[in-house]
T-cell receptor, first 116, second 116 residues
Framework: DTGVSQDPRHKITKRGQNVTFRCDPI?????LYWYRQTLGQGPEFLTY????????KSRLLSDRFSAERPKGSFSTLEIQRTEQGDSAMYLC??????????????FGPGTRLLVL | AQSVAQPEDQVNVAEGNPLTVKCTYS??????LFWYVQYPNRGLQFLLK??????LVKGSYGFEAEFNKSQTSFHLKKPSALVSDSALYFC??????????????FGQGTTLQVKP
């Protein structure tokens, strides 16, 4: 399978715990995005990496959230001191592009987080 | 601010009939427009995109979409619906500009129900 993969697919945690999600993009894709999708809504942008550089963060990304892409390949998204409002589907997408931004983003299956 | 609207929460159509899922957008620059489909417990799958050129764009699984600049719309269409087309459909826009990172702005989604 050469698509975007995410791990874990499901995560149940208690409020106040820390969680970490992993995304493996399509090989050689230089751009990586994280989105969050709550029930009945479309995905909302969280953060963007070009290679290993984090170039944009949404205001949705509070200081409890941190994302990394240390070698420009896989990425991790960590949520510290989880809250019930963090319950959502976390989607990762990757693309191969330069300046044109015409390229397509390909999404992984998502990690569904439930905070009890 | 850029935004995407999908005015219908749900569209119902009989198998074999044509289907239309509506999308309108509001952007300050030239838009790149996308349609994705989401099946239960899965990530988003790319259907088609409009970048430039012919206003009628053909995509996967027999879907097509028509870009209408004057009406700022990008409706998704299919001549003959299948029961297997039943899913959640998202329209998204990416603005082509000098300082954006390629993030997608999504509509809230439209559930398509195709009945046999």
């Amino acid at each position: 399978d050469t698509g975007v993969s995410q791990d874990p697919r499901h995560k149940i945690t208690k409020r106040g715990q820390n969680v970490t999600f992993r995304c493996d993009p399509i090989s050689e894709h230089n751009r990586l995005y994280w989105y969050r999708q709550t029930l009945g809504q479309g995905p909302e942008f969280l953060t963007y990496f070009q290679n290993e550089a984090q170039l944009e963060k949404s205001r949705l990304l509070s200081d409890r959230f941190s994302a990394e892409r240390p070698k420009g390949s896989f990425s991790t998204l960590e949520i510290q001191r989880t809250e019930q409002g963090d319950s959502a589907m976390y989607l990762c997408a990757s693309s191969l592009g330069d300046r044109g931004l015409q390229e397509t983003q390909y999404f992984g299956p998502g990690t569904r987080l439930l905070v009890l | 601010a850029q935004s995407v609207a999908q005015p219908e929460d749900q569209v119902n159509v009989a198998e074999g009939n044509p289907l239309t899922v509506k999308c309108t957008y509001s952007v300050s620059g030239n838009p790149y427009l996308f349609w994705y489909v989401q099946y239960p417990n899965r990530g988003l799958q790319f259907l088609l995109k409009y970048i430039t050129g012919d206003n009628l764009v053909k995509g996967s699984y027999g879907f097509e979409a028509e870009f209408n600049k004057s009406q700022t719309s990008f409706h998704l269409k299919k001549p003959s619906a299948l029961v297997s087309d039943s899913a959640l459909y998202f329209c998204a826009v990416r603005v082509h500009g000098s300082s954006n990172t390629g993030k997608l702005i999504f509509g809230q989604g439209t559930t398509l129900q195709v009945k046999p």
